[in-house]
T-cell receptor, first 118, second 112 residues
Framework: DTGVSQNPRHKITKRGQNVTFRCDPISEHNRLYWYRQTLGQGPEFLTYFQNEAQLEKSRLLSDRFSAERPKGSFSTLEIQRTEQGDSAMYLC????????????????FGQGTRLTVV | DAKTTQPPSMDCAEGRAANLPCNHSTISGNEYVYWYRQIHSQGPQYIIHGLKNNETNEMASLIITEDRKSSTLILPHATLRDTAVYYCIVRGHSGGYQKVTFGTGTKLQVIP
């Protein structure tokens, strides 16, 4: 499968624990995005990487959240001291900077990591 | 990015055309209309986009009114697998940067 891969698919954690999610983008995509989606709502943008540089962060990304993309390939999203309000689906997407024959510039999404904080 | 308005839900009989409307009366001249869909428990999937001309691909057709204040996504022969939430988004086309602002979309139920 050459699509965007996210692990784990599901995570249940106790309030106050730290969790880390991983995203492997499509290999030739240098742009990577994290979104959060709560029940009944559309996905909300969290942050954006171009290669290893984090170029944009949403106000939704509180101090307890940190995202990294150390080598410009896979990315991790860590939530420290989880709260029940952090329960959501965390989606990762990637895109290519340039179009061309058979190459789309659109964002491709992974299947997400569903976090439940109990 | 301009705001869009979509009906919260629609039904469509299997095999019939599904026509999903979207209002975007504040769209500006350089903004495109994009459609994504999200099948239950999956990530969003890009469907189609356009500026002012009608567009068609293997998934759907996009009809944009002449004043560009509204558009319709058409699934010509809906199947049960088309049951999903469909998002209409209006945004600039900024060189591949694909930050997307989603609304709540239209939940399409295809009925056997």
């Amino acid at each position: 499968d050459t699509g965007v891969s996210q692990n784990p698919r599901h995570k249940i954690t106790k309030r106050g624990q730290n969790v880390t999610f991983r995203c492997d983008p499509i290999s030739e995509h240098n742009r990577l995005y994290w979104y959060r989606q709560t029940l009944g709502q559309g996905p909300e943008f969290l942050t954006y990487f171009q290669n290893e540089a984090q170029l944009e962060k949403s106000r939704l990304l509180s101090d307890r959240f940190s995202a990294e993309r150390p080598k410009g390939s896979f990315s991790t999203l860590e939530i420290q001291r989880t709260e029940q309000g952090d329960s959501a689906m965390y989606l990762c997407a990637s895109s290519s900077p340039r179009g061309g024959e058979g190459v789309s510039t659109e964002a491709f999404f992974g299947q997400g990591t569903r976090l439940t904080v109990v | 990015d301009a705001k869009t308005t979509q009906p919260p839900s629609m039904d469509c009989a299997e095999g019939r055309a599904a026509n999903l409307p979207c209002n975007h009366s504040t769209i500006s001249g350089n903004e495109y209309v994009y459609w994504y869909r999200q099948i239950h428990s999956q990530g969003p999937q890009y469907i189609i986009h356009g500026l002012k001309n009608n567009e068609t691909n293997e998934m759907a057709s996009l009809i944009i009114t002449e004043d560009r204040k509204s558009s319709t996504l058409i699934l010509p022969h809906a199947t049960l697998r088309d049951t999903a939430v469909y998002y209409c988004i209006v945004r600039g086309h900024s060189g591949g940067y694909q930050k997307v602002t989603f609304g709540t979309g239209t939940k399409l139920q295809v009925i056997p």
